[in-house]
């Protein structure tokens, strides 16, 4: 019940495709769910988040969407750029400051020029 | 400048020596978190402290043994190493949004490899 499941794991896109990442999470006390952009040597970094309250967000190119009745959400990244070229993940957790965050097991995504 | 700082970002070890990583956050941050990346880049959460006190322990060996000083600081320290203990090890602390959500800052890992 603890689980995230994310898919592709891996994903190529032409410069300016969309590139589309899926998550499924289990557990209906979930009620925060960002989305983490790790880059090759780093930590991974908070890119997006939404709670379960709204069915999408959008900030510059990267939309959630938010589906609570199936407990999916998903990441799209417009008008992909070889700079997005990084690894994704989901992420799930409870409200609060000792909340932890059960993550996806990534997505690497490759933006061909 | 970094919000969440740790060290060393390398280790290279043999098998059943210690080895100890610190961590430090500069963003007046209460809790505190370690997370385990394998191989295939899963991210897994180890530890978490909030103010100096263990809240999350997952099903870690008790070779892994973190302690908080004060709540800026988190570190880590294995016992024993083998071969399945080498990954990346990231820090994080988590501070509330305005949103009520608990947003977690990585440090940019420590790569710990066991010989």
Not at chain 2, 47 to 69: A, C, G, H, Q
């Amino acid at each position: 019940q603890q689980q995230v499941k994310q898919s592709p794991q891996s994903l190529i896109v032409q410069k300016g495709g969309i590139s589309i990442i899926n998550c499924a999470y289990e557990n209906t006390a979930f009620d925060y769910f960002p989305w983490y952009q790790q880059f090759p040597g780093k930590g991974p970094a908070l890119l997006i988040a939404i709670r379960p309250d709204v069915s999408e967000k959008k900030e510059g190119r990267f939309t959630i969407s938010f589906n609570k009745s199936a407990k999916q959400f998903s990441l799209h990244i417009m008008d992909s750029q070889p700079g997005d070229s990084a690894t994704y993940f989901c992420a799930a957790g409870g409200s609060g400051n000792t909340g932890k965050l059960i993550f996806g097991q990534g997505t690497t995504l490759q933006v061909k020029p | 400048d970094t919000a969440v700082s740790q060290t060393p970002k390398y280790l290279v070890t043999q098998m059943g020596n210690d080895k100890s990583i610190k961590c430090e956050q500069n963003l007046g941050h209460d809790t505190m978190y370690w997370y385990k990346q394998d191989s295939k880049k899963f991210l897994k959460i180890m530890f978490s402290y909030n103010n100096k006190e263990l809240i999350i322990n997952e099903t870690v060996p008790n070779r892994f043994s973190p302690k908080s000083p004060d709540k800026a600081h988190l570190n880590l320290h294995i016992n024993s190493l083998e071969l399945g203990d080498s990954a990346v090890y990231f820090c994080a602390s988590s501070g509330l949004a305005h949103s009520g959500a608990n947003v977690l800052t990585f440090g940019a890992g420590s790569r710990l490899t066991v010989l």
